[in-house]
């Protein structure tokens, strides 16, 4: 059974930045795609960025593309997201989230969640 644990959601004036990160505790082996998805009331969960434990391999949202960025630290099991230029579009609950093989873009089933961390980005 795979945790998700996101930290460093927050409070930020548009154009600027916050690190979100997502601790994975769980397995230590394997294929794994951790990506970053993100909602707001009343709207659809959004992929964000995604990117395959083995190989990196990165994926993003033509809305973020160019703003933000998903990295690993596989020694520690964690995933960050790295998001810059922050526009009050962006505010949104993220979640991190998993599942087993490559990813290939930001589709199919992720079977496991964090709890989220809400961003508010004012203008």
């Known amino acids: 059974q795979v945790q998700l644990q996101e930290s460093g959601g927050g409070s930020v004036q548009s154009g600027g930045s916050l690190r979100l990160s997502c601790a994975a505790s769980?397995?230590?082996?394997?294929?794994?795609?951790m990506a970053w998805f993100r909602q707001t009331p009343g709207r659809e969960r959004e992929g964000v960025a995604a990117i395959s434990r083995r190989g990196g391999m990165a994926y993003y949202a033509d809305s973020v593309l160019g703003r933000f960025v998903i990295s690993q630290d596989t020694s520690k099991n964690t995933v960050s997201l790295q998001m810059n230029a922050l526009k009050p579009e962006d505010t949104a609950n993220y979640y991190c989230?998993?599942?087993?093989?490559?990813?290939?873009?930001?589709?199919?089933?992720?079977?496991?969640w964090g709890q989220g961390t809400q961003v508010t980005v004012s203008s």
């Open positions: 989230a998993a599942r087993v093989g490559y990813c290939y873009g930001l589709g199919g089933f992720f079977p496991y």
């Open positions: 769980g397995y230590t082996y394997g294929s794994y795609c």
